[in-house]
């Protein structure tokens, strides 16, 4: 049995320490409102993030980080992106030991264009910390709470480490891979939040499966391009944190960034829809951030940059879907169109 304290009580922050109860974990919930902690504490349950879970007594909350991770060896991240780093910064001080920094957020800081691990890394001095690992894959929350079957996914540099969160979170319910490329696993869990925004869009406007198919599609193929020149490996984007989490998030209701999507889709404002949800949408900011880098590293990414336009610059939707539609003519696969420009193959 480990001690684990989970920083961040949202949706998926609960669903997580659920897991590690069921495991017989000892597993401490911070959150940072002290209503929510008593309410988890008393009554087992977190209304507002997991409405008709009942949480096991294994879960004990707490609303100070100091007492939360006291005697805690690891430690599971799951602050939205935006966060991460206040977060990280009112945590550090209150590390005594060198901690795993396990972390299951999806995003890229626009300011700066860093993934999480990299925030982690930059926030946490090498002395607090063993190692960091990602845990990503296709998971929603909802569908986790009520153990119904989920795999995903966790990667560090340090296998021996991966395979310690691997044994920490598998269950018959929750079956969990280890894969090297951080990289990969990162950008695949970010950057499918962009393509479930476009999906939800695409159903809001009234398009059917063959649109979603498209964008599902060719959205991998963008998500693929900006990884690979990333330095990630490429066959991470056909595995579980790629085609898998990019299929769950645009085609499930459960998913807060299709959902936001759809109602875009329907006409509403970006503000509006925002404060409807109450919950993080990751792939407004993820959506801004990828524009920019993909720019930067001149990688062409066009479903990407219409939602961008859509999103900050007031583009009207079923024009950014008419835009996609007449592109100039190109091959599907890129390798194709290289081997010809070089003479290669016709
Ligand atoms: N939900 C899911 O199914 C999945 C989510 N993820 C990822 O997990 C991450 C967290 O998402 P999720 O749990 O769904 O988000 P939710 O919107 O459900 O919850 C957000 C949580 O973060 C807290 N929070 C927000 N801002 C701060 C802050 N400045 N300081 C401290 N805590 C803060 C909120 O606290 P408060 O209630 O007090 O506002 C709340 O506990 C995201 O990156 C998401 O992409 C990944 C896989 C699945
Ligand atoms: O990452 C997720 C599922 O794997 C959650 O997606 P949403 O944030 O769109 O709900």
Redesign the pocket.
Known sequence: MEKVAVI????????LALVLADNGHDVRLW???QE?INEINTIHTNE??LPGVVLPAGIVGYNHLKEAVEGVRTLLL??????MR??LRDLVPVLDEPVTLVH????IEPETYKR?SEIIEEEVPAEKRRSIVVL?GP????E?SLRQPTTVTVSSSAIEEAEFVQDLFINQNFRVYTNPDIVGVELG?ALK?IIALGAGMSDGLGYGDNAKAALITRGLAEIARLGTKMGANPLTFSGLTGIGDLIVTCTSV?S?NWRAGNMLGKGEALDDVLKKM???V?GVRTTKAAYQLAKQEMVEMPITSVLHDVLFDGKDAKEAVDELMKRSRTHEVEDVSSLISDGLAE
């Open positions: 961040g009580a949202g949706s998926w922050g609960t669903a959150g940072r409102r929510q507002k993030y799951v602050a939205p992106t935006k966060a206040e977060v299951a957020s999806k995003g999480v990503s998971s929603h929350a909802e986790v869990g939040n459960h807060r109450g919950m993080v990751e």
